[in-house]
């Protein structure tokens, strides 16, 4: 039976995993999270899931799957990471509130024998116009300095700036789960026959 390690902090990821009805252990490391100047978009995301997998790989048992996984968002061709701070994150959700932008959440699974799945997905999140007051409230309240473009769609910021989803809700909070259930699938995790 294989063991499926998520290496990551977020809440988010493993409440979806949670309810995939799959079992996980929690492996976290410190890794670098920058990534070269010409990649764009979805790229990134790939690059710097299979870039935290590669942290792992020399540990990894032949009966693990390490699942990793980074989300960016875009505007236009600028890349919102993780805000420093609450005034960083009041000037990304300013820069986003009343336009379209792009999420994208790179995957990697890589196995103890060595094999290794790198894919992506990507949302296109539609924001209707947000006061500075609101964006402020958001920021005070719900601190999203842990997400990247400073917003969690779950959160209240969700509920009021969110007027159209093109893609996969789930992406947006940070981990495609169709997608990564269809690939653990093909290495012996999940349901069969359902």
Same mark, same amino acid.
């Not at 942290?55 to 919102?80: H, K, M, S």
């Given at each position: 039976m294989k063991k499926l390690i998520l290496a990551s902090n977020s809440p988010r990821r493993r409440q979806l995993l949670t309810d995939l009805g799959l079992r996980y252990d929690v492996r976290l490391r410190e890794v670098d999270e920058s990534f070269p100047a010409h990649l764009r978009r979805a790229d990134i995301a790939e690059?710097?899931?299979?870039?935290?997998?590669?942290?792992?790989?020399?540990?990894?048992?032949?009966?693990?799957? +390490? +699942? @990793?996984?980074? @989300?960016?968002?875009? +505007?236009?061709?600028?890349? +919102?990471?993780?805000?420093?701070?609450e005034a960083e994150a009041v000037g990304m959700l300013s820069q986003l509130q009343g336009r379209a932008h792009d999420v994208y959440t790179g995957v990697c699974l890589l196995t103890g024998d060595g094999r290794e799945v790198v894919f992506s997905d990507h949302t296109r999140v539609h924001f209707r116009p947000l006061s500075e007051a609101q964006i402020r409230y958001y920021v005070q309240h719900y601190r999203p300095l842990d997400k990247a473009g400073a917003y969690g769609a779950q959160d209240w910021i969700g509920l009021v700036a969110v007027t159209r989803l093109e893609g996969s809700y789930f992406n947006v909070m940070g981990l495609p789960v169709h997608r990564v259930y269809e690939e653990l699938e093909k290495l012996g995790f999940g349901v069969s026959g359902a």
């Open positions: 690059y710097l899931a299979a870039h935290k997998a590669s942290a792992y790989r020399a540990d990894l048992q032949p009966d693990e799957v +390490l +699942l @990793t996984a980074d @989300t960016i968002v875009c +505007l236009d061709e600028q890349v +919102l990471n993780k805000p420093a701070d």
